[in-house]
């Protein structure tokens, strides 16, 4: 279980942080873009650390403040996640 769980978070954070890159470039370029509720979904999903990155990286929607909180909860919430199962010995 501890490798899948592992092999989970790397697959699902490089794919928020790929996504958020993506859109960032798409931005730049005035092209179609990623969807708030899809970038916000692969977060929730487990890719928050992934999305804080590339907000950090390339100050993506760094000037949402919905945005900001979405994934500070997203965050949280899988930070809170990956605790519980450490100190009960899940992982």
Same mark, same amino acid.
């Given at each position: 279980?501890?490798? #899948?769980? $592992?092999?989970?978070? =790397?697959? %699902? #954070?490089? &794919?928020?942080?790929?996504?958020?890159?993506?859109? *960032?470039? *798409?931005?730049?370029?005035?092209?179609?873009? %990623? !969807?708030?509720?899809?970038?916000?979904?692969? !977060?929730? =999903? +487990?890719?928050? @650390? +992934?999305?804080? &990155?590339?907000? %950090? @990286?390339?100050?993506? *929607?760094?000037?949402? #403040?919905?945005? $900001?909180?979405?994934?500070?909860?997203?965050?949280? @919430?899988? =930070? !809170?996640? $990956? %605790?519980? &199962?450490?100190? #009960?010995?899940?992982?």
């Amino acid at each position: 279980m501890r490798e #899948n769980l $592992i092999n989970y978070y =790397l697959f %699902i #954070n490089a &794919l928020a942080f790929l996504m958020a890159s993506v859109d *960032k470039v *798409k931005a730049r370029k005035k092209k179609w873009r %990623i !969807s708030e509720k899809v970038l916000h979904s692969v !977060s929730f =999903l +487990g890719g928050a @650390l +992934g999305t804080v &990155l590339a907000m %950090i @990286l390339f100050r993506h *929607k760094v000037q949402k #403040n919905t945005f $900001i909180i979405a994934t500070a909860a997203a965050t949280a @919430l899988h =930070l !809170s996640l $990956i %605790i519980y &199962l450490m100190v #009960n010995k899940y992982v």
